[in-house]
């Protein structure tokens, strides 16, 4: 005869009521436990406005002062002179060192000593007609893509496309000859006008 088990119903009827009160009651505490202030829960959109704000006047003032400050070195110096006016800020930089012609960053051409560049300028090869012509082909070739560049940005800005500025930053000991030659290939590239970049010197009067 098989011996009668003691009743599993009790206990097990009290299990499930205990462990909805016991989980209703750790639900309290992390809900609890988790609540934080509402300004931990999004980002705070005003104080970031106001970093981008202070970002984009630094960049702005930043950009205007990049082509007036112009590094001075044994390539490159600035002629003195005595004119009160303030220096361009609009038009595409031409930097005629001793060494180099360069567009905006980029290197056009190197050149060679002084003595070659006072008689006839840059060598004949880079020229269009000859070591007579005044037109260099690597320059205005660099010229009249920064042109297509400059014309849509002019157009955006409600300025006159037909014609763009130039900035030339050139080292005082430039020869008259190279000179001539960098401001005729700009004529020729659709730059209307120009500017030289110079130090302010006080007066000797």
């Known amino acids: 005869m098989s011996q009668a088990e003691p009743p599993q119903g009790g206990p097990a009827t009290h299990e499930p009521r205990a462990s909805v009160v016991t989980y209703k009651a750790e639900l309290r505490k992390a809900i609890r436990r988790n609540a934080q202030e509402p ?12 970093i981008m704000t202070i970002i984009l006047v630094f960049l702005l003032k930043s950009l205007g002062e990049t082509s007036t ?26 930097t005629v060192s001793k060494s180099q012609i360069l567009v905006g960053n980029d290197k056009v051409l190197s050149l060679p000593g002084r003595e070659s560049l006072v008689q006839s300028g840059v ?3 880079l020229k269009r007609n000859g070591p007579n012509d005044l037109y260099i082909v690597p320059l205005g070739n660099a010229l009249q893509s920064a042109r297509k560049t400059d014309k849509l940005i002019r157009q955006a800005k409600g300025l006159d496309p037909s014609s763009s500025e ?3 930053i050139a080292d005082k000991s430039t020869p008259y000859r190279l000179l ?26």
């Open 69 to 94: 400050s112009v590094p001075q070195s044994d390539d490159l110096t600035l002629p003195n002179s005595i004119i009160t006016t303030e220096p361009s800020q609009e038009g595409i930089v031409v």
């Open 180 to 205: 001539v030659e960098v401001l005729y290939t700009l004529g020729q590239s659709e730059y209307g006008r120009y500017h030289l970049m110079v130090i302010q010197a006080k007066s000797s009067g």
């Open 166 to 168: 130039a900035i030339v």
């Open 123 to 125: 060598d004949a090869s």
């Open 39 to 50: 300004e931990i829960n999004f980002l705070n959109i005003t104080a970031m406005l106001d």
